[in-house]
């Protein structure tokens, strides 16, 4: 199967690999191939071809250009996508995305979901939990000094890795027509994932629990963690920290 992925970036990357150590004909295309989303320039000659097509591309900003960078580049790729006959599109996107609307980066994730389940493209949409790659970047934000400042959010962190893995999966089957969530196997407040952290790297920084501070501040209740049914992956957050 020809499958075209769209963003070459932690995952894209990742997914790419996958498909092809599965025996798929995959590619990654962005910027550093000749693609501009915004502009539509390259798009057609990356989705030729293809009967599938992998979204995983990032805003460049979490602000509120982040909804005019999906509102953008959502219809050029499900325009290019329609013409070539792609038969599926696979996007990532984010666990309790639709129920964080404080925060404007998850407005766009949500917009970006809604634009491709109206598309003219048989889809599939992953929503994953956040990123154990991305937990120290988290911290980082949030510190002055030698505090950091984190709030109580539950968060169930998956692997980079494994989330590649899942969407690769779908990727390679029927379009779903719906959302499949994946996490990690355990939940932690975030303040409790800082503390883990930097005691797993001998940070020596501390870590303030402060519910009004950071994006994850925006998230309430439960909303961040993955629904029943979900699809829950093995790796354990310590192990992970160990194994870097």
């Known amino acids: ?20 150590a599965a025996g798929h004909e995959a590619a990654g295309h962005s910027r550093s191939t000749g693609l501009d989303l915004l502009t539509g ?9 293809a009967e599938v097509v992998v979204d995983v591309t990032n805003s460049p900003t979490f602000d509120e250009a982040s909804l005019d960078f999906f509102g953008t580049t959502v219809p050029n790729l499900l325009a290019a996508a329609g013409a070539a006959g792609v038969r599926h599109v696979v996007a990532l996107s984010i666990i309790g995305v639709d129920q964080v609307p404080g925060l404007a980066y998850y407005r766009a994730k949500t917009l970006q979901e809604d ?9 599939s949409i992953v929503r994953a939990g956040q990123f154990m790659e991305f937990i120290p970047s988290v911290l980082d934000y949030t510190t002055d000094g030698d505090v950091v400042r984190l709030p ?8 980079a890795a494994e989330v590649a893995a899942a969407v690769a999966g779908v990727a390679a089957g029927a379009p779903l027509r719906g959302t499949r969530d994946i996490a990690g196997p355990e939940v932690f407040p975030l303040d409790e994932l800082g503390r883990i952290t930097l005691e797993s790297a001998g940070d020596g920084r501390r870590v303030v629990t402060d519910e009004s501070a950071g994006m994850f501040a925006a998230a309430k209740g439960d909303v961040l963690i993955a629904p029943e049914g979900a699809h829950l992956a093995t790796t354990r957050y310590r192990d992970w920290l160990h194994s870097r």
């Open 152 to 159: 109580s959010t539950p968060l169930q962190p998956i692997s």
């Open 41 to 49: 320039d390259g798009l057609a000659d990356a989705v030729r071809g």
């Open 115 to 123: 634009l491709i389940k109206a598309g003219p493209v048989p889809y």
């Open 1 to 20: 199967m020809k499958i075209a992925v769209i963003g070459t970036g932690l995952i894209g990357s990742q997914v790419v690999r996958e498909l092809i």
